[in-house]
């Protein structure tokens, strides 16, 4: 064997020796990975049956605790995030304006943002968050918030619009935004008018008329159009029937005659019937044994 020969394939069979050495390296490295990887898996999800327990106990505290833990172990784990917004939102009582309260809504909003960030169509955080942002606008009373709200039912229809429920969410918002402002008018003409009061029941007075369109015309229109395809979508939604007819009210204080106003009332009543036999019938339906 020459020398030249001896020096030609020497660093050949020496670097194959350093890759082959350099694969199994990788190659043990991967398989730690991997086994660190099932082992914070396991933990994680054995986290988030603790916390679904103790969540379905009413203990919230220590759910969030185990949801958080389960997240943080597996940040790819979609019920700890979902579970962990909800508890959140279960803990939240509308209408309450401690800090702390507003706290734990902030922190439901925050976290189903969150799962919407890798999940954008994931519908029960659309719907959380929705649900969530209705509840926190009412008090202290937050337009801005009524109208996100209004945002994720929006998105909800556009990924299912068979679902009849978005459509009666919107209208709800709709008719509470309505609602207070035509409050507002009343109150505002009673204090003004002390000798010539108008009841909740009275039609608006004909002078406040194109103020309440000019507000609220749009919101009354959108809601009963929405609530008007819930209810073709499901034909027993009381619900949906039952803000209608409120809705029907509302209109009823934009029309210039009394025949529109009136044929907005009788609607209304004709709702309101409807839905008394809907609950009638399901008296009457046996119900099923468990």
């Known amino acids: ?161 068979q679902d009849p429920e978005p459509y009666y969410w919107i209208a709800v918002i709709d008719w509470t935004l309505a609602y207070r402002v035509n409050g507002e008018m009343r109150l505002e003409y009673n204090k003004n008018n002390l000798k010539k009061q108008v009841k909740d029941t009275d039609p608006l007075p004909a002078a406040l008329r194109p103020e309440y369109i000019s507000k609220s015309g749009a919101l009354v229109d959108e809601g009963i159009a929405d609530l008007q395809k819930a209810v073709q979508l499901k034909p027993d939604y009381d619900d949906a029937m039952g803000y209608l007819s409120l809705l029907y009210r509302r209109k009823g204080d934009m029309v210039e005659s009394a025949e529109e106003r009136n044929d907005l009332e009788k609607k209304a009543d004709d709702l309101l019937d409807k839905i008394k036999e809907i609950k009638q019938r399901r008296l009457e339906q046996p119900q099923s044994s468990t």
């Open 1 to 161: 064997m020459t020398y030249a020969s001896f020096s030609c394939k020497a660093p050949v069979r020496s670097g194959l020796a350093r890759i082959c050495s350099r694969a199994a390296a990788l190659a043990a490295l991967l398989t730690l990975i991997v086994s660190v990887s099932g082992c914070a898996k396991l933990k994680a999800r054995d986290l988030l049956n603790k916390g679904v327990a103790a969540f379905k106990n009413g203990q919230y505290d220590a759910a969030i605790e185990n949801f958080k833990g389960a997240k943080d172990t597996d940040p790819t784990l979609l019920n700890a995030r979902l579970y962990l917004a909800t508890a959140y939102a279960t803990q939240y009582i509308p209408g309450a304006p401690s800090p702390e309260n507003q706290a734990r809504g902030n922190q439901a909003v925050a976290e189903f943002k969150e799962v919407l960030e890798t999940y954008p169509d994931n519908l029960s955080a659309i719907d959380g968050v929705g649900s969530i942002l209705f509840q926190m606008a009412g008090t202290p009373f937050d337009e801005k918030k009524f109208a996100e709200s209004k945002t994720y039912h929006q998105k909800h229809i556009d990924l299912r619009p």
